[in-house]
């Protein structure tokens, strides 16, 4: 199973930036992608999800209303649209992914996931 991001930047508060995460190798039995943010000094935290199948989502109450997770299974692409940054959300940003293995999996609790890319950088300024 291979991740990989793009997208991050810098960007001014109250500007937009789009994350995608290309995702290859995994089994048809189904997955759950989701995006996590760690700033310096800070834990890991998750910021939104979905599911391969019937794309539910989850989103952290910080990012509600801002963000958008969305998937193109034809392209292996998930994306992550942030509108409305603040310099709060600054952080680098990972992108993970659970594969099912007969029951499906829906979280955004990193420690469940156990594959992860190389993370981008996101810098808003105030």
């Known amino acids: 199973v291979q991740l990989v991001e793009s997208g991050g930047g810098l960007v001014q508060a109250g500007g937009s930036l789009t994350l995608s995460c290309k995702v290859s190798?995994?089994?048809?039995?189904?997955?759950?992608i989701g995006w996590f943010r760690q700033a310096p000094g800070k834990e890991r935290e998750g910021v939104s999800c979905?599911?391969?199948?019937?794309?539910?989502?989850l989103y952290a109450d910080s990012v509600k209303g801002r963000f958008t997770i969305s998937r193109d299974n034809a392209k292996n692409m998930v994306y992550l649209q942030m509108n409305s940054l603040k310099p709060e959300d600054t952080a680098v940003y990972y992108c993970?992914?659970?594969?099912?293995?007969?029951?499906?999996?829906?979280?955004?609790?990193?420690?469940?996931?156990?594959?992860w890319g190389q993370g981008t950088q996101v810098t808003v300024s105030s």
């Open positions: 993970a992914a659970i594969q099912w293995r007969g029951w499906r999996v829906v979280s955004t609790n990193p420690r469940q996931y156990e594959h």
């Open positions: 979905i599911s391969s199948s019937d794309g539910e989502t």
């Open positions: 190798g995994f089994t048809s039995d189904g997955y759950t």
